[in-house]
């Protein structure tokens, strides 16, 4: 009995340590989070050279072979800074995505891009890995640009805090709604 007990603690403490070390260190979110909080108005961003792509992203939860999952959600707007180079850092990411609330923005997510390059490691933040490489997501981004995308919610999402959409973000309120179809994933 003994040993089916260490057996069974073996298996569950292997199923719940790969959980444990993808959790982000709190004190790393909370600093992000922080340093964001001026962007919470959306002027300040443009200040900061972060510029809107208008289209307000979202998915329907389609599902195409050899292409991202997107769940059922939205994005946003995408602000994108393309003065942002360098590692991927934590309190300072290339784009800050808005959730349109009629006569306003609400910022709602970070996303950090990095461009693919052969040979190029794939990146991590947060203690999490980047999703692709995959193509840009077009027609906002040109679907030459293979990159690795990682998506971190500063409002709350049931589907996670790192998943792409969020079901709880709308694009109701858009002047420009944008349905799009999953991004092809690319070999690394």
């Known amino acids: 009995m003994k040993g089916v007990l260490t057996v069974a603690s073996c298996i569950v403490l292997a199923l719940v340590t790969p959980l444990l070390a993808a959790e982000p260190d709190k004190a790393q979110v909370d600093s992000m989070r922080k340093g964001l909080s001026k962007y919470e108005d959306w002027q ?36 994108v800074n393309l003065t942002v180079t360098g590692e991927p850092d934590p309190n300072k990411p290339n784009v800050l995505v808005y959730e349109p609330t009629g006569d306003n923005l609400r910022l709602v997510a970070a996303e950090w891009l990095v461009p693919y390059k052969p040979g190029l490691k794939r990146p991590t933040l947060l203690g999490q890995d980047f999703q692709g490489p995959m193509e840009g997501h077009y027609p906002l981004i040109n679907k030459e640009f293979i990159h690795y995308d990682l998506h971190a919610w500063l409002v709350d999402n049931p589907n996670g805090m790192f998943s792409p959409t969020n079901p709880k973000v709308t694009c109701d309120k858009a002047e420009f709604p944008m349905l799009e179809q999953p991004t092809k994933m690319m070999p690394e």
Not at 70 to 75: A, E, F, H, Q
Request: aromatic fraction near 14%; include cysteine; charged fraction near 20%.
């Open 44 to 79: 300040a961003a443009v200040r900061d050279l972060y510029f809107s792509t208008e289209g307000c992203v979202h998915y329907d939860g389609m599902k195409m072979a050899g292409h991202m999952d997107y769940p059922k959600g939205t994005m946003g707007v995408h602000f």
